[in-house]
């Protein structure tokens, strides 16, 4: 075979490689398929009925760095990483994060792509990633995913996971925090409208969709682009939504993201917010009653990513929207849990 006849087939080959990755990914994005939405569970600090560690006997305590676990919930296996810092006391109560990934990833990436196990070793604190079904969470009637289709309670699964970590871990209630990112900020907003477990939440680049009318007395801070395409700031319909027809239905009908926050205040009997503008960033904070605050951060013509973050190989190869420099996300979320524990 002579030298251009290999060059040609070392390009073939190459090309290859990069459509089927690109297409693997294209099926992660695009599959988003919902029928129903999940049940509504009040949660306690307790893992909810039909819900088992995976070993038998007494559970064993958790190694310092990232680990692997599994739980029983609703006759369902999942899965969860978490990260305990080494220096952590095993004895003195931790805050714990539940970081929820968006539709394209799963918990590893999460941990992976986000830089909380960095933040958890400086500031103390436990960080865990749990896994969607299908790379996904159910949050309404049209979003997001198998699990919605099939009926998947992940309020119940994120509940469970946090008394599963509570019964191995010395976890503080009163500074457990839930954070996502698109569709997993989507199930943080449900988690505050269905439960009690959070002192308070962290959205990036999401929305709340479905009823919420007596969501729980906590702080909630929100970040998005102004130039989002999947979950517009503005509410209209983003470049995945297909009005919930056909056989994999994506509808995001949340409304403009600053009108869902205001009504969040109203409900929380919030203050007039004060707004600052610093370059791109403009934070529009709100006081509330009991030392609560609600908190709208947006960037101006950033895309629908996690501001801080490093670029991944997919967003490359798929021209997603690089993570704008303009903010922190994980650093400005932290601080702010760390400023908002449950008042008791």
Request: charged content about 20%.
């Amino acid at each position: 075979m002579n030298r251009r006849t290999t060059r040609t087939a070392t390009v073939t080959r190459t090309a290859s490689a990069v459509v089927v990755a690109v297409g693997v990914v294209l099926t992660v994005l695009i599959g988003c398929d919902v029928t129903r939405p999940p049940r509504r569970e009040a949660a306690v600090p307790t893992a909810p009925p039909g819900s088992t560690p995976t070993a038998a006997g007494p559970r064993s305590p958790v190694a310092g760095g990232s680990s692997a676990h599994r739980i029983t919930v609703a006759g369902r296996e999942r899965t969860f990483r978490l990260y305990r810092p080494a220096k952590l006391s095993p004895s003195a109560p931790a805050p714990l994060v539940v970081m929820l990934h968006g539709a394209l990833g799963n918990g590893r990436q999460a941990e992976m792509a986000y830089g909380w196990n960095a933040a958890a070793e400086r500031e103390g604190f436990v960080v865990a990633y749990p896994d969607g079904l299908q790379r996904s969470w159910a949050v309404s009637a049209h979003c997001c995913g198998q699990p919605a289709h099939d009926g998947v309670d992940d309020v119940a699964f994120v509940v469970a996971t946090v008394a599963d970590i509570s019964a191995r871990l010395s976890i503080d209630p009163n500074r457990t925090y839930a954070a996502g990112i698109s569709n997993g900020g989507m199930l943080a907003y449900r988690l505050a409208c269905e439960t009690t477990t959070f002192a308070a939440i962290g959205v990036v680049a999401g929305t709340l969709l479905g009823p919420c009318p007596s969501p729980a007395p906590i702080s909630l801070v929100h970040i998005h682009g102004t130039a989002d395409d999947v979950v517009p700031y503005d509410g209209r319909p983003g470049k995945l939504d297909n009005g919930g027809a056909g056989r994999r239905p994506v509808k995001i009908d949340g409304g403009p993201v600053a009108d869902q926050v205001d009504r969040w205040r109203k409900v929380a009997r919030c203050a007039a917010p004060q707004a600052r503008t610093a370059g791109a960033v403009t934070t529009s904070a709100a006081r509330c009653p009991d030392g609560r605050d609600v908190e709208l951060i947006t960037i101006a013509d950033a895309g629908h990513q996690w501001p801080g973050a490093s670029p991944a190989m997919v967003e490359r190869l798929l021209g997603m929207d690089p993570p704008s420099s303009a903010l922190a996300a994980t650093e400005t979320i932290w601080r702010f849990f760390a400023a908002h524990p449950r008042n008791s």
